[in-house]
């Protein structure tokens, strides 16, 4: 620990000026003295309630020290190490530096992170790079998971990490077939749920809900034809409101003044 304290303070200082995003450190500030935490360590959570799932606070520092000790390793490619709130390690890295730490987290040995349970991604258009691109990650040695993060464009290709898991193929085919994210270095990158021929990428936001054709099975020609989405209704109108708002429009008595009462 006493050499790697040196690497992980360096880091903290690279993190604090290039990147702006500062780790958990809370300041109280007296008359006298300004006490400063210690930002390698987390705060303990604790709950009240009996209902609430327990934290592991042991678990969590060490996880989150073991996220700072890649980030030391790899500082040029690792941005930022959080801890989500259930309790899960997340890596947040540059695009170049997808493999290179993906490589790390397989390979080294106090990661030894051998499987790629998922891949997926995320569309947010109102980002300059709208996709964020996830992969969890699972070391059978420690019996821990991680989650490692990146971001890219519609433009911008990643590295594939077939060559660290060979499971991960289906996976990036997938993110391609949905997104439109694009790998390189991946020995068979077409589409795997979607039809041949098919345009776009169903996922991302801004892919029509009808999507752009649609299929039929034309008696005459005895083949499936591909054809242009068509509406059979120019106009189509719902009626949303609850049956007693609009009852009234079929019982003339609904909208009757109440009757008299009656005399004793």
């Not at 998922?118 to 420690?142: C, G, M, N, Q």
């Not at 098919?198 to 008696?219: A, C, I, N």
């Amino acid at each position: 620990m006493n050499t790697l304290l040196p690497k992980i303070c360096k880091f903290l200082r690279l993190y604090d000026n290039n990147f702006a995003r500062k780790f958990h450190k809370s300041f109280t500030f007296n008359k006298d003295s300004v006490e400063k935490v210690n930002p390698l360590i987390l705060e303990p959570i604790e709950y009240e309630s009996y209902t609430l799932r327990r934290h592991d606070n042991d678990r969590r520092q060490n996880l989150y020290e073991f996220g700072l000790y890649v980030g030391a390793c790899l500082p040029k490619f690792v941005q930022k190490i959080q801890m989500q709130h259930t309790d899960e390690l997340e890596i947040l890295v540059a695009p170049e530096g997808l493999f290179p730490v993906l490589s790390f987290m397989c390979n080294h040995q106090n990661a030894c992170f051998g499987q790629c349970s998922s891949a997926t991604a995320i569309d947010v258009p109102s980002r300059t790079y709208r996709f964020e691109v996830v992969y969890d990650i699972l070391s059978f040695r420690f019996g821990e998971r991680a989650r490692v993060k990146t971001y890219t464009d519609e433009v911008t290709p990643l590295h594939s990490a077939y060559d660290v898991w060979n499971g991960v193929n289906w996976y990036e085919r997938e993110i391609y077939d949905m997104f439109g994210v694009i790998f390189t270095h991946h020995p068979d990158l077409r589409r795997i749920l979607t039809d041949y021929g098919f345009k776009g990428h169903p996922l991302r936001k801004d892919f029509p809900l009808v999507g752009y054709t649609e299929v039929r099975y034309d008696d005459g020609l005895k083949k499936l034809v591909y054809e242009p989405v068509e509406f059979a209704q120019e106009m189509r109108s719902y009626q949303l409101e609850s049956p007693w708002n609009y009852y009234k429009n079929f019982d003339k008595d609904y909208s009757a003044p109440p009757p008299p009462p009656k005399k004793k």
